[in-house]
T-cell receptor, first 112, second 112 residues
Framework: DAMVIQNPRYQVTQFGKPVTLSCSQT?????MYWYQQKSSQAPKLLFH???????NEADTPDNFQSRRPNTSFCFLDIRSPGLGDAAMYLC???????????FGPGTRLLVL | SQQGEEDPQALSIQEGENATMNCSYK?????LQWYRQNSGRGLVHLIL?????REKHSGRLRVTLDTSKKSSSLLITASRAADTASYFC????????????FGTGTRLTIIP
């Protein structure tokens, strides 16, 4: 089945230790998104790619970076995680920007 | 700032009853979407309604859109325990920025 896959599902890291979250898709969608969602809050867009074109939200901290080496994969790098970065990180894709998005199951990040 | 505000924040009803959730937004939109999120999981797309549409149905779901009031409602009829989840509206503005902005969400609990 076509889907959006996120690994790992749970990630524990230490304060200040870099961490990378991964997302892959078999939907062959042009657009990929990374969201941060804290408990009982709405998903907050961090960045999105339209093909290889990278779009960073104005309020996304510099501590967060992303890579999309090919259509299928996208990575979220957190260079120096702080306690406030503990959250669920959601990856999503869409064929057409602004249309229906397909979400992965998320990676829950815990920072110790 | 959040594009969408949802009302109520939390709703508990008996199984079999209808559930209605409302979403208000601030700027002109191309489309409005509703998503469901089960606890600790990714979001699942439910329905998309375009700015030139007023009502849309999908199974037990009915969505209305009033662009003059900048509001939408999601009605779930004959609720089931499996409908227990958080429900988010998301809007694509007509500024062509290729992204969705999510509302604050309604936490729905169906009591068996």
């Amino acid at each position: 089945d076509a889907m959006v896959i996120q690994n790992p599902r749970y990630q524990v890291t230490q304060f200040g230790k870099p961490v990378t979250l991964s997302c892959s898709q078999t939907l062959n969608h042009n657009v990929m998104y990374w969201y941060q969602q804290k408990s009982s809050q709405a998903p907050k867009l961090l960045f999105h790619y339209y093909d290889k074109d990278f779009n960073n939200e104005a309020d996304t901290p510099d501590n967060f970076q992303s890579r999309r080496p090919n259509t299928s994969f996208c990575f979220l790098d957190i260079r120096s995680p702080g306690l406030g970065d503990a959250a669920m990180y959601l990856c999503a894709t869409s064929m057409i920007a602004g249309e229906t998005q397909y979400f992965g199951p998320g990676t829950r990040l815990l920072v110790l | 700032s959040q594009q969408g505000e949802e009302d109520p924040q939390a709703l508990s009803i008996q199984e079999g009853e209808n559930a209605t959730m409302n979403c208000s937004y601030k700027t002109s939109i191309n489309n409005l979407q509703w998503y469901r999120q089960n606890s600790g999981r990714g979001l699942v797309h439910l329905i998309l309604i375009r700015s030139n549409e007023r009502e849309k149905h999908s199974g037990r779901l009915r969505v209305t859109l009033d662009t003059s009031k900048k509001s939408s409602s999601l009605l779930i009829t004959a609720s089931r325990a499996a409908d227990t989840a958080s429900y988010f509206c998301a809007t694509e503005s007509n500024f062509g920025n290729e992204k969705l902005t999510f509302g604050t969400g309604t936490r729905l609990t169906i009591i068996p």
